[in-house]
């Protein structure tokens, strides 16, 4: 949180600081839009402050975000979002510039959105009698977007790579495209993994997953949600190249996955071995069901009806 | 006595002299560095995308007094104060430009060369040096051509101007 306080300008840090005193610690998203109101998500909920945003703020805060050199921060501007210190996320909008049909990068930028990283350690444990046994399981995890995929992905691979009492850490490679898992700044991690970890940082998952078969040799591969034809092949290359493979897939339930033409091969030659099923009722992260390869329902969570 | 005194004459002139002609020669070498600190810069950019206030420091440790110091202020304006980078730039500019034997010239170079800085991409950027490395080229040239017509010359003249006081006052 200290990291986002350092790069708000002073305005807007003084606007959070009067209308905000207490709930400082609940701050799930700071949004800030040019000439429009600031807005900050807390504990779910969304409010606008009686501040308006001047053009002098956002400049100000592209300044600090790119350490005043725009030429640093290209490749960011082209996706669209950056990582800080910390692991908090900055989305981008504005005005797009475009060469030869692809996007060059954002000028102009009129909208941020700050998503302040929560690291949730623990989360996974539950999981292991379910994923392991004597190796890491090929595992799925399922969920429509804000149920905690990412955030559960990100506690097995603290977990895999730094053990428990009986399990010994293992080789954990992380090819993180969208810089969301391991939330690197100059290619460091900032999000507490164990020691037995690399990652390739903002790497296309395909290519990723296979320069770390290649140069890393790891026990367990994380990705974050596969989804295009290549990403499907790369995940057959690595199960099959003995490495046990971790990622996530948009979606409600396992269903949902099957109807996705592109992961075809992959569930077809039943890859995965386990899949987890996220749902955000009563709160995001909460696990519905865990099935194996088969279908078989390893454990359902008992629906409280009312 | 009066020997004595005519003595000092003659040395302090010489003196002057020898400072003016130390200027002249001060000035295309500072410029070289300058030019070779801007090219350096250009690298930084383009090949190591490094921030600036990383970059200024890298240039601060590659050069020499006073143009480092240059450098080193910019590279703190911008780490601890809330400025832009064009306002640290011409600020450190003013501190740095009287220790130095730049001229005007180069003053308005580089300051125009500072509100460029940060601002663009990478080909934008790189634009900007090659634009103020033309100028500073230009500039050179003029303080190469000076220094050749006046240097002997300011030399000579001290010593001349002191044996001409010499002997008026004898």
Redesign the interface.
Known sequence: MEAVWGILPKTVAAALQHHLPSCRRGIEEIRIRVSRPLEVIVDGTARLLPYEVTKEDGVHLLNKLSHYSIYAVEEELKRGFMTIEGGHRVGLAGKVITEGGKVKAIRDVSSFNIRIAKEQIGIAEPLIPYVYDGRWRHTMIIGSPQTGKTTLLRDAARLISSGTGRIPAQKVAIVDERSEIAGCVKGIPQFSFGPRLDVLDACPKAEGMMMMIRAMSPDVMIVDEIGREEDSEAVLEAANAGVSVWTTVHGRNIQDVWQRPTLGPVMEQKVFERFIELTNIPHPGSIRRILDAGGTVLYERAVVHR | MKWFGALLILAASTWLGFAAARLLHERPRQLRQLKAALRALEAE?MYG???????AMHLARQTTAPLSELFERFAAA?CTE?T??AE?WEKSLRAVWGKTALKQGEFEVMKQFGAT??????LT?QRQIALALAHLEREEAEALDNQARYAKMAKSLGVLAGLLLVILLM
């Open positions: 950019v995308h490094t921030p600036l206030a990383d970059a911008l809330e832009s980078a640290a800085l940060g601002q663009y991409d990478r950027q």
